[in-house]
């Protein structure tokens, strides 16, 4: 198993009247190596809590994620980034690229920081900008492309490390219909590939491109839906059928 989640709780306490409020109640799942999960859920029903957890960004107030085997709680505060360097490639909605660097230095902005030398980092680089259509792009800076292009570089950044894990937080947030199609075209290929992706978004199109959908309400997994045979359409139709449940407050069969 690449991911295990086992009974997650975080209560945060407000930093004015020391109220707590629970995002994370009892959250356990597990994701196999070359699966492709979306998570789901209303605002407020966890989803960013959780994934800043599975990103080693924030701990829990009890329970505990493996990756590979390797509990995250057990790595030091000191090695965290260079665990989360090594094992986790992270997409975002709003790109997180530097603007002072060329899409180029962008991509190889977490080779350069686990030591890597140049001419290694130049032979990761061309068969995946290559492969995502953005060689002629290589030299260019952030401010000068379309979204569609940044989120392209991001994901070339999240996976020359060859990581075990993409975190992909609301990925077409920021795109517009074709860019999106076309991101989600990107991953369904990667996923082929035997990369594992886990997604957390608002968007019934994005999540009708995973294999399996992850529902989170009042800070628990409440219901989960698998692929299987159907088509992107038919899922898109039982993840709408599902969120209205969810909306509704009623039980999901």
Request: proline share 3%; hydrophobic share 40%; charged share 20%.
């Amino acid at each position: 198993m690449l991911l295990e989640v086992k009974n997650l709780k975080k209560i945060y306490t407000t930093r004015f009247g020391g109220n707590q409020v629970q995002a994370l109640s009892n959250v356990s799942f597990s994701v196999e190596e070359g699966e492709y999960v979306a998570i789901m859920g209303e605002s407020g029903s966890g989803k960013t809590t959780l994934l800043n957890i599975l990103a080693s960004l924030d701990r829990p107030t009890s329970g505990d994620v493996l990756l590979s085997g390797v509990s995250l709680l057990s790595i030091s505060e000191k090695e965290i980034s260079a665990f989360r360097r090594d094992n986790l490639g992270f997409v975002f909605q709003d790109f997180n690229l530097l603007d002072t660097f060329s899409v180029r230095d962008n991509i190889f902005l977490p080779l350069v920081l686990a030591g890597c030398r140049y001419e290694e980092m130049e032979a990761r680089l061309n068969p995946i900008a290559k492969r995502l259509g953005i060689p002629e792009l290589l030299a260019k800076f952030p401010y000068e492309i379309s979204g569609g292009q940044k989120q392209r570089t991001a994901v070339a950044r999240a996976i020359i490390t060859k990581p075990q894990l993409i975190l992909a937080d609301e990925p077409t947030g920021a795109l517009d219909s074709r860019a999106t199609e076309s991101l989600l075209g990107l991953f369904g290929e990667l996923n082929a590939d035997g990369q594992t992706i886990l997604m957390v978004t608002h968007s019934v199109k994005a999540a009708s491109h995973a294999g399996r959908v992850l529902f989170l309400r009042d800070g628990e997994v409440f219901h989960q839906l698998y692929k299987g045979a159907m088509t992107v359409e038919e899922m898109f139709a039982r993840i709408s059928d599902t969120l209205t449940v969810l909306a509704a407050g009623g039980e999901n069969g």
